[in-house]
């Protein structure tokens, strides 16, 4: 499901409405991007030629074409994601405001290695779009990578809050000697997305495939994946390598979380459930036990979360 040819043309030609579970894409820069590979001082017999760039003065039209074509094949709940600079930011937000998509999260990348500048401050960021496609509730596997339970050895910090913060540190891949695209996302940050924003059996599609990175993670993680490539150099070479990728191969170096300790976390509470708490509490109380052990003693037995139980001993008198 792999088509060498523009991604409007193909989408209104291959892509039925509804058919995709989560699209991650990372479009044309708009900035010169068919010389990239200079700023980065990548060397040249390394880096695959057939880059498209698009104009400046096309970017809007070309984003708003993509973009609806994006919110057509997306299922409802669906959900999208863009990477993006921000020279080109505008056309892409306001793209998205003539559309029915609603965004969730506007995530900052920090990668490393920003190009160098001496008269202004370092780009060293890209931006990530978060949209979902309303009618359906959208997938997000919460607990997907770490459990509720899970800490950070250095401070004690919640591992799933920290993974779930919406400014993300993680470096770009550099390959010396190995053939690449003029850019290419790391396979953590697409493992991260995947992972969080679809289940296994799912379509994931792209819509710039580029260095098919997209696709080889998400075959890996046991998806389903397809998309567009109008570059013939890139898509004949990546055509090549996609197909020694083993579905579900990645899945092995990704730990499976423990179970949640917090397991009625968000469900409704019953007042029969209230008043146990609270005479369970008192009766733990009386026995002389510090009111930390306590919390935690009441967290494992109901598998609530800290913030609840304070909120329902609050009414305590």
């Not at 800490?151 to 010396?176: C, M």
Request: hydrophobic letters at 30%.
């Amino acid at each position: 499901m792999f088509y060498n040819t523009d991604c409007v043309e193909g989408a209104r030609q291959y892509l039925r409405d509804a058919s995709v579970d989560l699209i991650i894409t990372d479009p044309p820069y708009g900035i010169g991007g068919d010389t990239l590979h200079k700023h980065y001082n990548r060397k040249e017999e390394f880096v695959l030629d057939g880059y498209i760039e698009v104009p400046r003065e096309e970017y809007y039209d070309f984003t708003y074409s993509w973009i609806k074509e994006a919110e057509r094949v997306l299922k409802p709940g669906g959900s999208m994601y863009i990477v993006s600079g921000y020279t080109n930011l505008i056309h892409i937000l306001n793209a998205l405001s003539e559309t029915q998509l609603k965004e969730v999260n506007h995530i900052i990348w920090k990668y490393n290695f920003g190009v160098y500048t001496k008269n202004k401050y370092i780009s060293s960021h890209y931006h990530i779009l978060y949209y979902v496609k309303p009618g359906a509730k959208p997938v997000f596997n919460t607990h997907s990578r770490y459990s509720d339970a899970e800490k950070d050895d250095a401070s004690n910090g919640s591992l799933n809050y920290q993974d779930r913060e919406d400014v993300w540190i993680i470096n770009k891949e550099y390959k010396p000697g190995q053939v690449k695209n003029k850019n290419e996302l790391p396979s953590q940050l697409l493992a991260k997305i995947i992972q969080y924003s679809s289940n296994e059996g799912d379509l994931v599609c792209d819509f710039f495939l580029g260095s098919f990175s997209t696709a080889r993670i998400a075959i890996g993680l046991n998806r389903k994946a397809c998309g567009f490539e109008k570059s013939g150099v890139a898509f004949s070479y990546q055509m090549n390598e996609i197909e020694k990728i083993v579905p579900g191969s990645l899945l092995s170096g990704f730990s499976t979380p423990p179970p949640n300790k917090y397991f009625n976390q968000g469900k409704p509470m019953a007042e029969s459930e209230k008043n146990e708490i609270h005479s369970r509490y008192l009766e733990l109380k009386k026995s002389g036990m510090p009111k930390k052990q306590i919390m935690e003693i009441l967290g494992r037995e109901t598998g609530r979360g800290p913030w609840s139980l304070s909120k329902i001993l609050s009414t305590i008198k």
